[in-house]
Antibody, heavy 124, light 112 residues
Framework: QVQLQESGPGLVNPSETLSLTCTVS??????????WSWIRQSAGKGLEYIGR???????NYNPSLKSRVAISMDTSENQFSLKLSSVTAADTAVYYC????????????????WGQGTLVTVSS | QSVLTQPPSVSGAPGQRVTISCTGS?????????VHWYQQLPGTAPKLLIY???NRPSGVPDRFSGSKSGTSASLAITGLHSEDEADYYC????????????FGGGTKVTVL
């Protein structure tokens, strides 16, 4: 059973960089064909896809966040990470990491395993 | 305003059937991209309910079913249970947004 767990600061100052890590257990992030992803949920905007990193290391980001987002992976720790720069109050949300899967016969990725989520508040 | 439009709320009595619509456009659902559905109980992460328009993951009751036609998709819950009271979200891919994935705004299901 794959499990994901987010970790990182719950409070970030405006204009600084939000950094979160997702630790995966029950499977290796460097094997298989999976898209290790970040999704956030705020009261004002619902669920929002942030971006993903493929098993090979290639990335894809939400165009609305692309200039501020970077997702990376550390295969030795079986973790992947999110960095979101120049944050404002609008970035306050619950951040989820999730496993994306592209299955034969299905067009488009869906997210089958999710972490429990971590609340990040942007405030001074 | 979400790219995929869902009704804010639906309600039904125990045992009844409710449906939730997810309306998109020719750049997402209408372009042939599949729709996936999630259930979110209060204070928890979304849980995959339906993938590829109609498929249920192992463990999801067959009371939940999905369909897709044209630029819309629907989630049906038959034989409504009190534990089905939750928020429900649809998800699809949008080709006009450079490979982006988009969620519906969510629908709150209330069991009367």
């Amino acid at each position: 059973q794959v499990q994901l767990q987010e970790s990182g600061p719950g409070l970030v100052n405006p204009s600084e960089t939000l950094s979160l890590t997702c630790t995966v257990s029950g499977g290796s992030i460097s094997s298989g064909s999976f898209y290790w992803s970040w999704i956030r949920q705020s009261a004002g905007k619902g669920l929002e896809y942030i971006g993903r990193i493929y098993t090979s290391g290639s990335t894809n980001y939400n165009p609305s966040l692309k200039s501020r987002v970077a997702i990376s992976m550390d295969t030795s720790e079986n973790q992947f990470s999110l960095k979101l720069s120049s944050v404002t109050a609008a970035d306050t949300a619950v951040y989820y990491c999730a496993r994306g899967i592209l299955e034969m016969g299905v067009t488009g990725i869906y997210f089958d395993y999710w972490g429990q989520g971590t609340l990040v508040t942007v405030s001074s | 305003q979400s790219v995929l439009t869902q009704p804010p709320s639906v309600s039904g009595a125990p045992g009844q059937r409710v449906t939730i619509s997810c309306t998109g456009s020719n750049s997402n659902i209408g372009a042939g991209y599949d729709v996936h559905w999630y259930q979110q109980l209060p204070g928890t992460a979304p849980k995959l309910l339906i993938y590829g328009n109609t498929n249920r993951p192992s463990g999801v009751p067959d009371r939940f079913s999905g369909s897709k036609s044209g630029t819309s998709a629907s989630l049906a819950i038959t034989g409504l249970h009190s534990e089905d009271e939750a928020d429900y979200y649809c998800l699809s891919h949008d080709s006009s947004l450079n490979g982006n994935y988009v969620f519906g705004g969510g629908t709150k299901v209330t069991v009367l």
